[in-house]
T-cell receptor
């Protein structure tokens, strides 16, 4: 029940295309859903986060879509650029503050 | 504000030895979490310390231990190193207050066990 399932494991998208990464969870007590971006040799960095009282949050080219009834959330990267090539992790946490992490998606944007 | 710092950045140890890694959180953050990341793997949660107390613990053997000091700096120790302990060890600090659970990661310590 504590798992967060992330898909796909890897993704190749053409420059200018839309990258979509999906995550699903079971624990309805989760109340915070962040996405992190990690470049090789660096620690992950928060990209964007959402709470379950909204269905969508947009920051620049990055959008989180949240479906509470389906217990799913996804990251959309519009107009994907080569600089977006990185590993993306979704996560979820409840009032216990511990983040439960997805397995990660390696995104490659082809020029 | 200075970011999360981890020392050392790289470490080579021999099987059977022990190692201590250090993490200094962002000023004002009282929570420090530790993760293990191996190639192709996600982030495996080790433990979290808040106000010098271990609050959460992952599924790692007792060879992995940690502590937090009164200034929020944290150390993790791995005893009797095994080849499989080779990994990137990441530390993350957080304010850990209601409404703000963002974790800020350090650059990690790359541990190689030979």
């Amino acid at each position: 029940q504590q798992q967060v399932k992330q898909s796909p494991q890897s993704l190749i998208v053409q420059k200018g295309g839309i990258s979509i990464i999906n995550c699903a969870y079971e624990n309805t007590a989760f109340d915070y859903f962040p996405w992190y971006q990690q470049f090789p040799g660096k620690g992950p960095a928060l990209l964007i986060a959402i709470r379950p009282d909204v269905s969508e949050k947009k920051e620049g080219r990055f959008t989180i879509s949240f479906n509470k009834s389906a217990k799913q959330f996804s990251l959309h990267i519009m107009d994907s650029q080569p600089g977006d090539s990185a590993t993306y992790f979704c996560a979820a946490s409840d009032s216990n503050y511990q983040l439960i992490w997805g397995a990660g998606t390696k995104l490659i944007i082809k020029p | 504000k200075a970011g999360v710092t981890q020392t050392p950045r790289y470490l080579i140890k021999t099987r059977g030895q022990q190692v201590t890694l250090s993490c200094s959180p962002i000023s004002g953050h009282r929570s420090v979490s530790w993760y293990q990341q191996t190639p192709g793997q996600g982030l495996q949660f080790l433990f979290e310390y808040f106000s010098e107390t271990q609050r959460n613990k992952g599924n790692f053997p007792g060879r992995f231990s940690g502590r937090q000091f009164s200034n929020s700096r944290s150390e993790m120790n791995v005893s009797t190193l095994e080849l499989g302990d080779s990994a990137l060890y990441l530390c993350a600090s957080s304010p850990r207050v209601r409404g703000d659970n963002e974790q800020y990661f350090g650059p990690g310590t790359r541990l190689t066990v030979t």
